[in-house]
């Protein structure tokens, strides 16, 4: 039973335009959650994180928010760049049980020059 | 350099034998991890150590098996009972520190394919 979820595979923006992501979750137990880049035969790298007594993180260009109600965050990009062009994956944990971490399935996001 | 390293980058096997692929990591990370990647799909927790000689099964364990003697290495045997073993390993570790935020850093990735 997948945990976390993106629901949209692919999306494309136009360079300088806004970029959102999002991922839900079902498990209210989770307290930290993670968003991921990954490039084509290459290993995810980590991009921003937030935890849940928070419900902003801003890095640069990224934002992630998160709506612990309604069990669904968010990573803003602005602005997008053609080198954003990548699977994004989001991720989530329960910290208290254990660094064990539940991956959404990604998604493709394509920012057009 | 700290990192995680996956050697080889590609690996192909013929059906029915096992094959072991490498990760190793010199981060003094005390967890580590197995996830394999297909098409379309997220990553999928095959295996994962939080402490040396202790190791626990995934979502996906079937089919495979780990070891975890030394604290940088975490090796995976893909056996010849796993069903559909070709697809995308990665490996990745992180500090375990409980109630602790940590992210996890991974390997590069290894490709193997069975033909």
């Known amino acids: 039973d997948q945990q976390v979820k993106q629901n949209s595979p692919s999306l494309s923006v136009q360079e300088g335009r806004i970029s959102i992501l999002n991922c839900d979750y079902t498990?209210?137990?989770?307290?930290?959650f993670l968003w991921y880049k990954k490039y084509p035969a290459e290993g995810p790298t980590f991009l921003i994180s937030i935890s849940s007594i928070k419900d902003k993180n801003e890095d640069g260009r990224f934002t992630v928010f998160l709506n612990k109600s309604a069990k669904h965050l968010s990573l803003h990009i602005v602005p997008s760049q053609p080198g954003d062009s990548a699977v994004y994956f989001c991720?989530?944990?329960?910290?208290?049980?254990?660094?064990?971490?539940?991956f959404g399935t990604g998604t493709s996001l394509t920012v057009i020059p | 350099d700290g990192g995680i390293t996956q050697s080889p980058k590609y690996l192909f096997r013929k059906e029915g034998q096992n094959v072991t692929l490498s990760c190793e990591q010199n981060?003094?990370?005390?967890?580590m991890y197995w996830y394999r990647q297909d098409p379309g799909q997220g990553l999928r927790l095959i295996y994962y150590?939080?402490?040396?000689?202790?190791?626990q099964k995934g979502d996906i364990a079937e089919g495979y098996s780990v070891s975890r003697e030394k604290k940088e290495s975490f090796p995976l045997t893909v056996t010849s009972a796993q069903k559909n073993p070709t697809a995308f390993y990665l490996c990745a570790s992180s500090p375990y520190r409980r109630s602790s935020y940590n992210e996890q850093f991974f390997g590069p990735g290894t490709r193997l394919t069975v033909l």
């Open positions: 150590s939080q402490i040396v000689n202790d190791f």
């Open positions: 498990n209210s137990m989770f307290d930290y």
């Open positions: 991720a989530a944990s329960d910290t208290n049980t254990g660094n064990q971490f539940y």
């Open positions: 981060l003094n990370h005390d967890a």
